[in-house]
């Protein structure tokens, strides 16, 4: 099988395993993180997450938020984690997918390749294309915290990593159609995740109100209401169609609740607060 090889290991993360596990487990343990490291015991729940792709000195400890309650809700049999993230590079598709096998410093993650098969053959937004994944950083940062659960043993997991390049209303919601109407004929075990990161380089005070705006359209599952105030207000969320598609698919699977699990920005952690990216975990089952 094709393998797509990590793009930004030792730019985002450590290229070195341990070096990797322990900014891993420091991120959990970090001031801004939730503090305790996932254990195992837990039990099945669908759930979707929106969660930060920064470097991992930056969002890892915020990131850690999502991986800690994704943790709780596996269980060690096979749960397929359908990721989408935001195409920064330009490259390839529109919308697309890969079947290769995605490499990290602590292993491979599989992909799903039924799943992935019946998405771009039945939702016709979607291509097969290895271009748009080669370079973009918004999937793979989440994969070593996929892996590191997998080292722990909590669950096994293989993915579907979906590029989005176009992010326009529409076309989300048909991905978020799909991903549910997919994962329910298939009955896979399914977890979420829209990667993307909130205010890019907004002094922090405005961050911080742009940024509520988006987090309560995303608590309210308002996915019309998100779309309008990124453009509205000129919110520069790189993620929000991929969040627009996991709040669809959540809904059409059940989902009533959701949670803020943290905010914070690169401000918190540099001290720097004159430009400042937000980061933001979100729970949604």
């Known amino acids: ?31 801004l993180g939730p503090n305790s490291l996932p254990t195992k015991g837990g039990k099945y729940k669908i759930s979707g997450y929106v969660c930060p792709h920064a470097g991992y000195i930056y969002s890892g400890p915020i990131a850690a938020h999502s991986y800690y309650e994704l943790s709780k809700r596996a269980d060690f049999d096979e749960i397929t984690v359908i990721i989408l993230g935001p195409n920064h590079t330009g490259l390839g598709s529109a919308v697309s997918v890969t079947d290769a096998i995605w490499r990290t410093p602590l292993g491979d993650i599989e992909p799903d390749l039924e799943f992935i098969e019946m998405l771009w053959k ?34 096994k997991f293989k993915i579907v990593p ?102 914070a920005t690169s401000g918190d952690i540099t001290g720097d607060y004159s430009a400042v990216v937000g980061y933001a975990s979100i729970l949604i089952e």
């Open 1 to 31: 099988m094709k393998i797509r090889y990590p793009a930004v290991a030792g730019f985002f993360y450590p290229s070195d395993a341990e070096e990797l596990i322990e900014l891993i487990e420091n991120c959990y343990l970090h001031k």
């Open 122 to 155: 039945e939702c016709e937004i979607v291509d097969l294309d290895e271009l748009a994944h080669l370079k973009e950083h918004s999937i793979e940062v989440q994969l070593p915290f996929l892996k590191h659960l997998e080292l722990l043993e909590i669950a």
């Open 162 to 263: 979906i590029s989005m390049m176009f992010q326009d209303f529409d076309i989300a919601i048909e991905v978020g159609h799909f991903i549910a109407k997919i994962a329910k004929e298939l009955g896979r075990k399914v977890f979420i995740i829209a990667s993307t990161d909130l205010s890019h380089y907004e002094p922090q005070e405005i961050a911080n109100e742009k940024d509520s705006l988006v987090i309560k359209d995303i608590l309210n599952f308002d996915e019309k209401k998100l779309y309008e105030d990124v453009h509205r207000y000129n919110i520069s969320m790189c993620g929000y169609g991929p969040t627009i598609a996991m709040i669809r698919a959540m809904k059409l699977l059940g989902a009533k609740e959701s949670k803020l699990l943290a905010y």
